[in-house]
């Protein structure tokens, strides 16, 4: 190799491999997610700091689910959870009457995708693929992040009945067991 293409070669590999070594932009604080989180609390705060609980109640349950390979998923159940009639099959419940099948609708939430960690910024964001709500089908839900410990705090602004909300959402990683 000629001294020019020598002293190219080296700048390029001084150049590229300090690059080479660092992690993906979003790796940096992407571990601290991975596992399953249950859903502690979840408040809406108005803008006059008023906290109320309109879609969930106050004391929901749910289940936050983060994987290594960039997949995710999420179910909460309000309280009190919608009651229908038993019923041993799909097929039967199927059949419930209207009323009731709004009821269930209204009282579950589930939506799942991929999600990516912007650590900079301190945001996760949910590349939601399918959701209950067809409307969040591919769209990006970025939350604002905080991880204390085993909780985690997720927060974000909605806009709704006319004002904008800001919800937070607290969760508490589960033990392998």
């Known amino acids: 190799m000629s001294a020019p293409h020598w002293c190219l070669f080296s700048l390029l590999v001084a150049l590229l491999v300090p690059v080479a070594g660092q992690p993906r932009p979003d790796a940096a604080g992407k571990e601290q997610f991975v596992g399953a989180w249950r859903l502690i609390s979840i408040e809406t705060i108005r803008p006059n700091g008023e906290v109320i609980f309109p879609f969930y109640g106050q004391h929901p349950e749910g289940i936050l689910m983060y994987d290594g390979s960039g997949w995710m998923s999420v179910q909460i159940v309000s309280d009190p959870p919608a009651t229908v009639p038993a019923s041993p099959s799909r097929e039967e419940l199927m059949k419930a009457n209207a009323a009731e099948k709004a009821k269930a609708f209204d009282s579950y939430y589930a939506y799942y995708g991929t999600w990516t960690v912007d650590a900079a910024q301190k945001t996760v964001t949910h590349h939601i693929r399918q959701s209950l709500d067809p409307g969040e089908r591919g769209e990006d839900g970025v939350r604002h992040y905080v991880v204390d410990g085993d ?27």
């Open 151 to 177: 909780r985690l705090i997720l927060t974000a602004k909605f806009p709704e009945m006319g004002e904008e909300h800001r919800r937070k959402l607290v969760w508490q990683r589960l033990s392998q067991q």
